[in-house]
């Protein structure tokens, strides 16, 4: 029984430890995929916004986190559009 026990507890870590390694990929994703130019940029020093990388099915754990790596997906979908109005603003200004 204890064989069995601690075969559980190899599950459990080993899906804890996928589970974290999700979040932090959905970490960085979300808030690494808007840079935020500085105030004195000119057009060359003023990339576009990339926008943030769409996680794979597999990086939901499904069960019922809060929030859910989609949900940060979906966060920084938000935060990639208004930076790319902005950018967007900038770029025409400087066209003028």
Known sequence: M???S?????DVTTQVAARVAALIAAFVAVFVAVPKPSPDHSSADDPPPQPPRRPEP???CRSGCEPCVFD???EAVERYRVALAAWQARQAKAAR
């Open 2 to 4: 204890a064989a069995a």
């Open 6 to 10: 601690e075969a559980g507890v190899a």
């Open 58 to 60: 597999d990086d939901c």
């Open 72 to 74: 940060l997906y979906d």
